[in-house]
């Protein structure tokens, strides 16, 4: 039954996507790839010898944080490997860590606004095999991913007084409730849950509803309803079964999604892929990059993997990625191959090999 709704969760592509491809091509499609910091280089080498050993028809152009900041970006990041996403069209990014208070752009904010990535999706769904407090979760959190409290306007009032302006704007919103409302319909989901705060934030928040209704208009087979933010996070910890897709504003999107995770075992558990106009698709774990774990061999490269498996799906290789991802979940369902964060002892090379022997 689990596997049934997970099948429900990724049947189909994320995005009708024109830069996608049959399983049946025979040379292999370039994607960019962002080890990342910290563990990132260990779960990366993780996804490639498991991408390697199912065949996946992938050759990774590896791009690494830069040690200065490039002024093109005024990030870490440099231009080039901004420009390897828009020439490869989908890529796969681990984590990577932003110095707080350095005066520089976030690397993640620099992805998506450079990029725009203007929707974040993360499938939320219980893993067979590993129990949580809550069964049978299948959810998915819809973000947008470009404006509202993270558009980074902000300035010191006076002395002691700083402000910040959060951005809502009706394109966006109407980009991301579309999408929302098209992924729901694809994947054969019944419902969408509008996330919101427009009792306080009148004008904000009620240009982001206003452009869900009139969105959800076009849907008519699929229920909508509109859930304050505060009463939707103590009903997904009541029963996170009361919800099916859920497409919110940026910085509700970050809490929420982080919530969700939280209910089916944490971030190290959780895919997501990150959605831009003309079929871009960047996937990526969200955890952090753990530096103190680096290097020790101990990292669970899952949330990568399934990251991963959410890029093949946007390129089509669905055979592959119900491969993949079926190696993971039996893996993780046996028992005998856990890392320490999922109550097991197994290094991060013994996991890996654990899913290729599944494959």
Not at 163 to 183: C, G, P
Not at 225 to 234: A, F, G, L, T
Not at 246 to 258: H, T
Not at 259 to 276: E, H, K, R
């Amino acid at each position: 039954m689990t596997f049934q709704l997970l099948r429900r969760t990724f049947g189909g592509r994320f995005l009708a996507n024109p830069r996608a491809f049959s399983s049946a091509v025979s040379s292999p499609i370039r994607a960019t790839l962002f080890p990342g910091d910290g563990i990132g280089p260990e779960i990366a080498d993780s996804v490639k010898q498991i991408f390697e050993a199912a065949e996946v028809p992938i050759e990774w152009e590896e791009h690494y944080v830069g040690t200065e900041i490039d002024p093109r970006t005024q990030s870490f990041l440099t231009w080039e490997s901004l420009e390897s996403v828009r020439r490869n069209g989908v890529g796969l990014k681990g984590p990577m860590a932003t110095p707080i208070g350095k005066g520089h752009r976030s690397l993640n904010l620099t992805l998506r606004k450079e990029l725009n990535l203007y929707a974040n999706v993360r499938p939320c769904y219980s893993l067979p095999g590993y129990k949580t407090r809550y069964d049978n979760v299948n959810l998915i959190t819809i973000r947008e991913n470009t404006e509202g409290e993270y558009s980074g306007l902000e300035h010191q009032v006076v002395r002691g007084v700083v402000e910040s302006i959060k951005i809502i704007t009706r394109q966006a919103s109407l980009r991301v409730a579309e999408y929302a409302f098209h992924h729901a319909k694809s994947h054969g989901r019944e419902r969408v849950s509008a996330i919101h705060k427009a009792n306080i934030m009148q004008k904000t928040d009620g240009l982001f509803l206003k452009c869900c209704r009139e969105v959800a208009e076009k849907y008519p087979e699929i229920t909508y309803e509109e859930v304050v933010i505060d009463n939707c996070c103590m009903m997904l910890v009541k029963n996170p079964a009361l919800f099916d897709v859920l497409v919110m504003p940026n910085l509700y999107g970050d809490i929420i999604s982080d919530l969700c995770a939280g209910l089916v075992g944490g971030l190290g558990l959780t895919p997501s892929c990150n959605i831009g106009e003309g079929g871009i698709a960047l996937a990526e774990a969200v955890h952090g990059s753990a530096p103190d774990i680096a290097g020790k061999n101990l990292a669970n490269p899952t949330a990568l993997l399934l990251s991963g498996v959410t890029m093949l799906r946007h390129l089509n290789f669905n055979d592959k990625a119900d491969q993949i991802q079926n190696a993971i979940l039996q893996t993780i369902a046996e028992g005998k191959h856990r890392t320490a964060d999922l109550g097991g002892s197994s290094k991060t090379t013994e996991f890996t090999k654990a899913i290729i022997d599944h494959l």
